[in-house]
């Protein structure tokens, strides 16, 4: 399954490591930040339970740059 | 500017002030330094927290990390100057860049501004404005002058012309009357329109052209993709070198038994962390590709993704479809030929038999029919059996009416007469004996001859023609239009088989593009490296299919394409290497002492403002 989310962020570098945190989250197959659009686009495992997994990749996109937002 | 890039200035300008005057105060020693802290707080806190959350969170290269100890190492030793003045044009430059990608992601979505807010409905005499998402299909609408069409629609009252630039680029406006379909997004000019819906908003034009526009570069390019490996390298590495900098020089003089002159290579390695902040390319690429897909939309070019401006750059051989594609795919009866029938009963025939296709032939055999006088009656029909590739057969008035090419009357066991005029032939038959055929045709597109020679002018190399129709037809159209590679007579399923031989024959790096109109070519715009679908207003199958979508069908648009994306490409490349190449030498240079801080200064934040004023250019297309 796949879901987008608006997110919120001031560098592109920053969107890049939010890309690669939320990459290497469980229960995430794939995700892609775009920084011009600021979405973030993110395929989950099958089975996987998407609030709870959305919320720990906030918590690790937060880990890696401390000034971002997701909109879930 | 938004609150928060106003913050940012001030804080800028307060600091600059500060430092300017601190030049004109003779102070030294602690004292001075004292001083030059309340400039850097100024200027450099929110980075100092940054990077000591960084540090809770165990984030070693994090940029403010970088800037903060590349400030502090400057302050400890003794260039107060050069710590404040990295903190200040760091933050420059990130004002910046944040305002510059305010203000393209701002033009960008004001170009694609067409979506509608609300549909006026009537009730009982009045107006009424619901949400375009509430109405059903075949609901009247009404659109008054100024306001977008919301849903696409036929419409029943009223005439206008239609301003369809925001969709298609193109400034002509279009004039519409009853009966005509009128596609969401385009707004009306004149009167006021009624228009029965024909799809739900969801379903309509403008639903998907925003659709795909928001989810374009959900698929990243190949450039982007290697910036991001690029910068997750480069960081550490020229951290570590900073560190092998700041620490072995000395080390191999002591145990030469020189002066370690430590503060030296200190001030080195810190001249290192400045320049190892990869904003500058972060940050271009994909903003380059934003503008470009920008400056295309901004022409009625659609495109699906960055990658695909990146296939397309590389484009060498372009396969066509003839129809709708370099014709206009509106046909016209021409002539009737060899029919054993009056010519109207011939076409009340066809035109019974082909009733219930979309296919522009089909409409041309009707369109001719009615034209004629005739009154189609569609209770006569029964028994439709589409034969792909061939035709059709139906019982019309009790008769049993086959019609389509010379492939249908061999399937049927009947001998059909070759016509001496260029054209689409359809052959007729009814009750099992030949009745003659009707000769079709279409017309050149306008601007099909430039359009071709527009694509040998941008590098492509190899034109080619497929198409349905017969050879002579083809031969005909190729040779005005100046292509060689023809083939004619493919079936819809041969066209992919074509497609998969000129792959085949083709080099790694060059690619293959397909354009068609949408109609019945689908998996062919799936299967070529890219997809390019033509006149696609309308066409849900095609905008799904296709990788880039011409929203007008100009075939002067192709090139177009391409040139936007060669040029996008062009400066990806000009920034990757202008970037990568100016912090090399910076850093080489500042490892052998001859840049200092300022140097540092300029490969980290004069290369990003460069690169991204570089980036906007690909915005401009106007007059590719």
Redesign the interface.
């Known amino acids: 399954m796949k879901k ?1 989310y608006k997110i919120d962020v ?4 920053c969107a ?1 490591k939010m ?2 945190a939320t990459k290497e989250t469980a229960g995430v197959k794939d995700a ?1 930040v ?6 973030m ?1 993110v395929e989950f495992e099958d089975g996987a339970d998407v609030d709870a997994t959305m919320k720990q990749v906030l918590k690790n996109c937060k ?2 740059e ?2 971002c937002e997701i909109f879930l | 500017m938004n609150k928060k890039q106003k913050k940012v200035l001030i804080r800028i300008i307060v600091s600059a002030v500060l430092i300017i005057a601190l030049q004109f105060i003779p102070v030294t020693g602690y004292l001075q330094l004292l001083l030059y802290l309340v400039p850097y707080l100024v200027i450099g806190y929110d980075i100092l927290r940054k990077a000591l959350k960084g540090i809770l969170n165990r984030q070693v290269f994090d940029e403010n990390f970088l800037m903060a100890i590349a400030t502090v190492g400057a302050m400890a030793l003794g260039e107060y100057r050069e710590g404040v003045a990295v903190m200040l044009f760091y933050q420059i430059g990130e004002l910046f860049q944040s305002y510059a990608v305010g203000k393209s992601r701002r033009n960008i979505s004001d170009l694609m501004d067409i979506r509608p807010d609300y549909a006026n409905i009537e009730r009982d005499g009045k107006l009424e404005q619901v949400d375009p998402d509430e109405v059903a299909i075949g609901t009247l609408i009404v659109v008054s002058p100024g306001e977008k069409v919301p849903i696409d629609g036929i419409v029943r009252e009223g005439s206008s012309s239609l301003n369809t630039s925001a969709l298609t680029g193109e400034s002509v406006p279009r004039s519409v009357r009853p009966g005509d379909e009128v596609i969401s997004g385009c707004i009306n000019e004149k009167g006021v329109l009624k228009i029965e819906t024909t799809r739900e908003f969801g379903e309509s034009t403008v639903s998907k052209i925003l659709e795909l526009v928001e989810n374009a570069s959900s698929r990243k390019s190949r450039s982007e993709a290697f910036i991001s490996k690029f910068a997750r390298v480069y960081t550490p590495a020229v951290c570590y070198s900073a560190l092998a900098l700041a620490v072995l020089p000395p080390l191999i003089s002591l145990l030469l038994g020189q002066d370690a002159n430590v503060s030296t290579w200190v001030y080195r390695a810190l001249t290192f962390l400045v320049i190892s902040c990869p904003c500058a390319l972060v940050i271009s690429i994909p903003l380059t590709f934003f503008a470009g897909i920008g400056g295309a939309s901004k022409e009625g070019i659609l495109v699906k993704g960055s990658v695909f401006l990146e296939t397309l750059s590389q484009v060498k051989t372009v396969v066509f479809d003839k129809t709708g594609t370099m014709t206009k795919g509106t046909f016209e009866v021409v002539g009737i030929h060899h029919s054993p029938v009056p010519e109207k009963e011939l076409l009340f025939y066809a035109a019974h038999a082909e009733a219930h296709s979309s296919h522009p032939i089909s409409k041309s055999l009707l369109r001719a029919f009615e034209g004629d006088g005739g009154v189609p009656d569609l209770g006569n029909v029964s028994q439709v059996e589409e034969i792909s590739g061939e035709g059709v057969t139906a019982m019309v008035s009790g008769k049993k009416v086959a019609v389509g090419n010379k492939r249908l009357m061999a399937r049927l066991g009947l001998a059909s007469m070759d016509c001496h005029e260029i054209g689409t032939v359809v052959h007729v038959a009814v009750d099992g004996e030949y009745y003659g055929h009707i000769l079709i045709a279409d017309e050149i597109k306008e601007g099909a001859k430039d359009a071709i020679t527009g694509l040998h002018k941008a590098g492509i190399r190899k034109c080619v023609m497929l198409t349905g129709d017969r050879e002579e037809t083809a031969q005909s159209v190729a040779q005005v239009l100046g292509i060689s590679d023809v083939y004619a007579q493919l079936l819809p399923g041969d066209k992919v088989d074509k497609v998969e031989e000129l792959l085949s024959q083709k080099g790694k790096k060059e690619m293959l593009a397909f354009v068609g109109d949408g109609i019945n070519d689908a998996p062919v715009l799936s299967r070529a490296d890219i997809g390019i679908a033509m006149g696609a207003m309308g066409s849900d199958a095609a905008i799904e299919a296709a990788d880039i979508v011409l929203m007008d069908d100009d075939p002067r648009k192709i090139s177009k394409a391409i040139l936007i994306a060669q040029k996008c490409i062009r400066i990806v490349y000009e920034n990757i290497y202008f970037a990568i190449g100016v912090k090399l030498i910076c850093l080489l240079l500042g490892a052998i002492g001859i840049a200092n801080m300022w140097v540092a200064i300029f490969a980290d934040v004069g290369v990003m403002v460069i690169a991204v004023i570089n980036a906007i250019r690909a915005l401009m297309v106007k007059n590719l």
């Open positions: 987008t001031d560098c592109a570098n890049n890309e690669q892609t775009n920084f011009m659009t600021l979405k686009s880990k890696v401390d000034d």
